[in-house]
């Protein structure tokens, strides 16, 4: 398997325990200017911005601490486009990573928050 290859198996499996959760999957790879957010949720009246990482070890670290400053600001500049986009402002939102780390997979929830510069949305 490539590495694209991977990434959408893993988002799958994703995708699949988020549908087991009761998650509405909105989209997938949803790309705007900053970057790609890997899942778009929703579930409880919020709207869930989602990260997938996986690993096949944690000698690197763990899967969601690949999920740094920048990746993050990322996700943020692109939830800020699609709640344009579809006029979601207003909205209860939240991001959360999915970490997979061999086949164990980990949700957390409200990994982080919106940094307060983009708060006014």
Do not use: W
């Not at 325990?17 to 909105?26: Q, S």
């Not at 763990?62 to 006029?87: D, F, I």
């Not at 929830?109 to 983009?118: C, G, H």
């Amino acid at each position: 398997m490539n590495k694209r290859d991977t990434g959408r198996h893993y988002e799958e499996m994703a995708v699949l325990h988020l549908v087991h959760a009761g998650y509405k999957i909105l989209k997938r790879n949803y790309y705007t200017r900053y970057g790609e957010i890997d899942i778009i949720a929703y579930k409880a009246s919020t709207y869930i911005f989602i990260e997938v990482k996986y690993r096949t070890s944690d000698k690197k670290g763990k899967p969601y601490e690949a999920v740094g400053h920048a990746k993050r600001q990322r996700m943020m500049k692109s939830s800020l486009s699609y709640c344009k986009v579809m006029n979601l402002f207003g909205q209860s939102m939240r991001f959360d990573i999915i970490d997979i780390l061999e086949e164990k997979l980990t949700h957390y929830e409200n990994a982080f928050e919106m940094d307060k510069r983009y708060t006014n949305y």
